[in-house]
């Protein structure tokens, strides 16, 4: 019937005797959403049996489904002549006033309010209803609902967006009761409009939030102060590094919000935040900066960020600012190459110039990968060469690769480059390196190797993960094994073999789940499951799904069995039809169902109709998931009725 759109058959239904039949059939009235069915619900919450108090409920929660502004006198009566048993029922009548909303329901709503500890129910439909009337007798309810509900009262506030809440809102982000609270209500202020206008105290009242030692409360008050001329000067001051008893801590947000919001700034911030780059004490506070001054531009930005090239505790992250600008410096970057020039600078135009892609200066970069020039410089060419995609130099990192004599970093740095140039050559070396004693240079090269989408090398990756004891070099081998793609496939359903312990998969001969204990000693580490689930997830079409299904009904965690029936239902092919189907079977795995229950809706075929039907009639599980399954089937639905 639901699948038809029978309204009248539901309605009938929903008069039978058989109590969960009509009280299914009531929801599917909601789903619907004809005036036929809100008529039979509304008739329902009219006669009020007593012996069906389960029912009319059920009706109560579908009209606030439907709005249906009818049921508003209704739903008043119930509470005003007190023929509510309990709480819950209350709260029902009270959640579908508020979803159905107008002036009689918000009438009654605040009245609620008034009351001396109002339901949480209550709070969440005026947060939704959003009605002028509800600003005022709230802000006279607050007082009552600190300190212990304050944080819920304020998130409503939040939610209304009404500029008269600004002083009380100020008033708790200076002197409320808890961290919490005052986070709260920062939260509650970002959320009115710019162009509200702050009473006179507010920046004062701001300021203390903005040297909290929780980053969050600070970038809120931060963001907060830079609405205003005095607040923006506030945030200026913060940034003068001559002044030390301003805290530090205070100019990284102050710092975010110049780099979020560049128009409310200029050249005289550019000059503050050249003179942090330079003399600011701690390196965190000196990356924040230039990210800041990234933000703003300009010349004199520019050239503080060249020299600031120079500090090596912020260097890569002075070469990325440089690198995202609209017009890279990239001839004067070109310059700090020359051998004459500081390691660090050298260094930082290395990794500037791989970032920005400028191919034409990765000839100028291999003579940096001689043994006699500093590590850290040497680092960033191999980096640089493998961003650029440099074919030339695969010999000299080949020769790299090999040396043993070399830090193990480096060699490893060397197996990445190798990985993204990606030529043929590379591959004999790549394969060996597998077997290195050095964890990191295992782990460079399994990676590197998701860039050769071959049999031989899928196998090879496939021991790798299955052998390695490193459970870095098994991830690394996954990962590469989701980027070779569907010729991958049979490596990894072979991985999810071995992967799913034979003691630990339930059987329909042996219903028997495992104990903990059993699970603990016989499956793998978590990541690597997450990690296989990934890799079979981005492969292409139906190879993957017998794999999937296997680690869906595992006796694994429970969250990597999620994943897996998601991965299953996003494919929406007809092939992944009987997969989905026996996981609505898998009684054992109940968390899978509701993903299983989305992609055979998406699918829409006989089978899959047939299946999302069966499991509705036979279980009492995820009610909500399976009728919104039905909903979808109804609206695609083109079979003639039988």
Same mark, same amino acid.
């Given at each position: 019937?639901?699948?038809?759109? +029978? ?26 959403? +004809?005036?036929?069915? %809100?008529?039979?619900?509304? #008739? ?6 007593? +012996? ?16 249906? #502004? ?82 819920? $009262? ?16 100020? !008033?708790?982000?200076?002197?409320? %009761? ?40 600070? #970038? ?37 919000? =110049? ?17 942090? /780059? ?9 990356? $924040? ?5 990234? $933000? ?12 600031? /090239? ?37 260094? &930082? ?6 970032? @920005? &892609? ?62 993204? =140039? ?29 860039? !050769? ?18 459970? +870095? ?32 998969? @339930?059987?329909? %001969? ?8 059993? =699970? ?24 993957? =799904? ?51 229950? #989305? ?15 069966? !499991? ?5 599980? !995820? ?20």
């Amino acid at each position: 019937m639901r699948l038809r759109g +029978d309204v009248e058959g539901l309605c009938r239904t929903v008069r039978s005797g058989d109590p969960d039949t009509a009280r299914r059939a009531m929801e599917m009235l909601a789903d619907i959403g +004809d005036r036929r069915a %809100s008529d039979v619900l509304l #008739r329902c919450v009219t006669k009020k049996a007593t +012996d069906r108090h389960w029912l009319w409920l059920a009706a109560v929660d579908a009209l606030g489904r439907l709005q249906e #502004r009818r049921a508003v006198p209704l739903l008043i009566g119930l509470l005003e002549r007190g023929e509510l048993e309990n709480p819950g029922q209350e709260g029902t009548v009270l959640r579908a006033l508020g979803a159905i909303g107008g002036p009689e329901a918000v009438r009654v709503l605040l009245a609620e309010l008034a009351q001396r500890s109002p339901r949480s129910v209550v709070l969440q439909a005026l947060a939704r209803l959003r009605t002028p009337e509800t600003t005022p007798a709230l802000l006279i309810a607050l007082w009552r609902l600190l300190p212990w509900r304050g944080v819920e $009262a304020v998130r409503v506030l939040g939610a209304l967006r009404d500029p008269h809440t600004v002083p009380a809102l100020l !008033y708790l982000a200076a002197y409320g %009761s808890s961290p919490s609270l005052r986070t709260a209500a920062l939260e509650a202020l970002t959320k009115l409009p710019e162009g509200v206008s702050w009473p006179a105290p507010a920046e004062p009242m701001l300021q203390p939030a903005l040297r909290d030692p929780d980053p969050v409360t600070a #970038r809120l008050a931060a963001g907060l102060l830079a609405r205003t001329p005095e607040g923006r000067s506030r945030l200026h001051s913060c940034l003068l590094a001559h002044r030390p008893y301003n805290p530090e801590p205070a100019r990284i947000p102050v710092c975010a919000v =110049i780099r979020d919001r560049p128009d409310l700034f200029g050249s005289a911030e550019v000059a503050a935040l050249a003179k942090l /780059l330079a003399r600011a004490p701690q390196p965190a506070v000196r990356r $924040a900066a230039a990210k800041a001054l990234g $933000a703003l531009g300009g010349e004199e930005a520019v050239a503080a960020l060249l020299t600031a /090239l120079a500090d090596e505790r912020a260097t890569e992250a002075v070469a990325s600012v440089l690198a995202e600008l609209a017009t890279p410096p990239i001839e004067r970057l070109l310059a700090l190459l020359d051998d004459g020039a500081d390691s660090a600078q050298r260094r &930082g135009a290395t990794v500037a110039l791989g970032l @920005i &892609g400028h191919a034409p200066a990765a000839p100028l970069f291999l003579p940096a990968l001689s043994p006699a020039v500093p590590l850290p410089l040497r680092t960033a060419t191999v980096d640089a060469l493998g961003e650029l995609r440099h074919r030339p130099a695969t010999g000299p990192l080949t020769a790299l690769a090999q040396d043993v004599s070399e830090p193990g970093r480096l060699r490893a740095r060397a197996l990445r480059a190798l990985g993204l =140039i990606a030529v043929p050559e590379s591959l004999p070396v790549l394969l060996a390196e597998l077997r290195d004693p050095t964890e990191a240079v295992r782990v460079r090269a399994a990676e590197a190797l998701g860039a !050769y989408p071959t049999r031989v090398v899928a196998d090879k990756l496939g021991e790798a993960a299955r052998t390695d004891e490193s459970s +870095d070099v098994a991830r690394a081998a996954l990962h590469a094994l989701g980027r070779i793609g569907i010729g991958a496939v049979p490596v990894l359903r072979a991985l999810a073999d071995h992967m799913v312990p034979l003691a630990s998969r @339930i059987e329909s %001969s042996n219903p028997r789940l495992p104990t903990p204990t059993e =699970i603990a000693h016989a499956s793998p580490a978590p990541e690597l499951l997450r990690d296989l689930i990934a890799a079979l997830a981005a492969c292409p079409g139906p190879a993957p =799904i017998p794999a999937l299904e296997l680690l869906a009904t595992s006796a694994g965690p429970r969250r990597l069995r999620v994943p897996a029936a998601q991965a299953i239902a996003e494919r929406h092919i007809p092939q992944a039809v009987a997969a989905l189907s026996r996981l609505l079977t898998d009684c054992h795995h109940d968390e899978g169902h509701p993903a299983a229950l #989305r992609g055979l809706a998406r699918i829409g075929s006989e089978q899959a109709t047939d299946a999302v039907v069966a !499991y509705y009639a036979n279980t009492a599980f !995820y009610r909500k998931e399976v009728r919104q399954a039905l909903t979808t089937l109804a609206r695609t639905e083109q079979r003639p009725p039988v």
